[in-house]
T-cell receptor
Framework: AQKITQTQPGMFVQEKEAVTLDCTYD???????LFWYKQPSSGEMIFLIY??????QNATEGRYSLNFQKARKSANLVISASQLGDSAMYFC??????????????FGTGTRLQVTL | GAVVSQHPSRVICKSGTSVKIECRSL??????MFWYRQFPKKSLMLMAT?????????EQGVEKDKFLINHASLTLSTLTVTSAHPEDSSFYIC???????????FGPGTRLTVL
């Protein structure tokens, strides 16, 4: 069984600062994918970044980067230069196995990020 | 990317009635769609996997007779909450799996309130 753990229910960060949201995972599958989604108060799930278990480099997408430490089974999201619009709920999710067929996503409990002036 | 729509975005109904929620993939064909449920300030919980032309696969603890899923075409899956009760009030989100991206694309969600 797969499990995603997000230990930070809430985080505060000052505008323009960087923030790290923690995510650890557990799976017995050697092939898996890790995702981060942003959910603003409107409810839509916005895809941010993806990391495959066999990817050699950490994923980056604009201000988002994923600090992937495979041995520690962690996939922390780093948001640089925080903006007020980054205030939202953030979910880490895992897809295992990471094959070409549709696989379920397992979500963590989420971290609510608040960006302050 | 890809676009998935849900209709309605918000619905209020009386206890005992049935409610149908539609999930459409607008610019791709989705042989597989997923239905999630999210309680306030909680995570998304997978309810079922919907496959075009076949029966849905429900997660443990989800009543298939209560939450009817139909995936009649490659672009449409429907979730019907039968004989809804206040405890069924929740945010329901669907996603469509796009083969070429090997990724799920989420709809905007439907907020169901049962009075």
């Amino acid at each position: 069984a797969q499990k995603i753990t997000q230990t930070q229910p809430g985080m505060f960060v000052q505008e323009k600062e960087a923030v790290t949201l923690d995510c650890t995972y557990d799976t017995s599958d050697p092939s898996y994918g890790l995702f981060w989604y942003k959910q603003p108060s409107s409810g839509e799930m916005i895809f941010l970044i993806y990391q495959g278990s066999y990817d050699q480099q950490n994923a980056t997408e604009g201000r988002y980067s994923l600090n992937f430490q495979k041995a520690r089974k962690s996939a922390n999201l780093v948001i640089s230069a925080s903006q007020l619009g980054d205030s939202a709920m953030y979910f880490c999710a895992m897809r295992a196995p990471n094959t070409g067929t549709a696989s379920k996503l397992t979500f963590g409990t989420g971290t609510r990020l608040q960006v302050t002036l | 990317g890809a676009v998935v729509s849900q209709h309605p975005s918000r619905v209020i109904c009386k206890s005992g009635t049935s409610v149908k929620i539609e999930c459409r993939s607008l610019d791709f064909q989705a042989t597989t769609m997923f239905w999630y449920r999210q309680f306030p300030k909680k995570s998304l919980m997978l309810m079922a996997t919907s496959n075009e032309g076949s029966k849905a696969t429900y997660e443990q603890g989800v009543e298939k007779d209560k939450f009817l899923i139909n995936h009649a075409s490659l672009t449409l899956s429907t979730l019907t909450v039968t004989s809804a009760h206040p405890e069924d009030s929740s945010f329901y989100i669907c996603s469509g799996w796009r083969v070429s991206y090997n990724e799920q694309f989420f709809g905007p969600g439907t907020r169901l309130t049962v009075l």
